[in-house]
């Protein structure tokens, strides 16, 4: 494979190195966030362990079709990636409603940028979509934010249409692209446009000393299913428990909302910076092993 970023092998490994812990890190938060909506665990708080095994959600199968398409081209192919979301989408994921009706268009033929700018009545989504499976991508351009945005964008346009959904991705993927608790909101103002995730994070950023029960109730816990309800508190958790990753995927389910989505987000950007090691070993174990097609794909 020819590296689109680097060109120089050593700087490959440690890009798909953070690229991988990131995708680890996303898929854990995505299924310890999941076992909170089964009804069998509802009486569960999030300081408690659901046992296991732990079933990932359309977050992570989605993320893993970006990481393919990175180890692949280096960079964003828009057609491959929306390709790979069509045709490995398992309907038992939980997909929402838009994405498999806009994804089963795709899959039968339909071209991508026509089934994304049509959905929701022509306005495209400006869920959290977009968002949910991002974090690795931005870990895989660490250092280069300006490039993380950008390729966001394209991985975005695909399933998200819509500024919002867009800016939402954007955001994350800045963030795991920087990795410093202090700058990651600041560095994800620089590249987000004017909407309303770029007011969320505004605020955010003014939330230094809130508890996450606090946090949520201002920027949302993604109940909306927006990007714009999701983002926001995301990156104010990531932030806030970058060197702790239990605590942060452990904040997103006591706020309630889109847990799995939450979670995923701030577990994606907490793992690019603390690698694997920053995981419980107990919750790698519970995690259902991530799909097989995965792992055929080129390393460097």
């Known amino acids: 494979m020819v590296d689109d970023r680097h060109g120089n092998a050593h700087a490959n490994e440690r890009s798909v190195a953070l690229m991988r812990a990131s995708l680890v890190g996303l898929s854990v938060g995505d299924a310890f966030g999941d076992q909170f909506f089964l009804h069998a665990n509802r009486h569960l708080t999030a300081a408690d362990v659901p046992a296991p095994p732990w079933e990932w959600s359309d977050d992570t199968e989605m993320a893993c079709s970006v990481v393919d398409c990175l180890h692949r081209y280096g960079r964003i192919d828009q057609d ?3 390709t790979s979301f069509a045709t490995r989408m398992d309907i038992g994921r939980r997909y ?3 994405a498999l009706e806009l994804l089963e268009r795709v899959r039968d033929g339909h071209p991508w940028r026509i089934a994304s ?3 929701f009545g022509g306005n495209g989504s400006f869920g959290n979509g977009a968002a949910m499976r991002v974090a690795p991508l931005g870990a895989y351009y660490s250092g280069d934010p ?11 346009e695909i399933t998200h ?6 800016a939402g991705a954007i955001a994350v993927a800045v963030a795991a692209s ?3 608790a202090g700058t990651m909101i600041e560095a994800a103002l620089d590249h987000v446009p004017g909407t309303y995730v770029r007011r969320g994070l505004e605020r955010a950023r003014t939330l230094e000393k809130a508890t996450h029960e606090q946090a949520a109730r201002t920027l949302g816990n993604g109940s909306r299913i927006t990007a714009q309800d999701t ?9 806030r428990y970058l060197d702790d990753y ?4 452990r904040a997103c389910v006591a706020v309630g909302g889109d847990m799995d989505t939450t979670a995923a987000i701030v577990g994606g950007i907490i793992a690019a910076h603390t690698g694997t090691d920053g995981i419980p070993s107990e919750w790698l174990d519970f995690r259902e092993p991530l799909p097989g097609w995965l792992e055929s794909a080129p390393a460097s």
Do not use: K, T, Y
Request: proline share 2%.
């Open 117 to 119: 700018a049509e959905s």
């Open 231 to 239: 983002v926001p508190f995301a990156l104010w958790a990531a932030a």
């Open 161 to 166: 249409s819509h500024a919002e959904g867009i």
């Open 96 to 98: 929402g409603a838009g």
């Open 146 to 156: 300006a490039r993380a945005a950008g390729e966001a964008m394209l991985q975005a």
């Open 246 to 249: 239990s605590a942060g995927v």
């Open 178 to 180: 920087i990795g410093d």
């Open 80 to 82: 491959a990636l929306a």
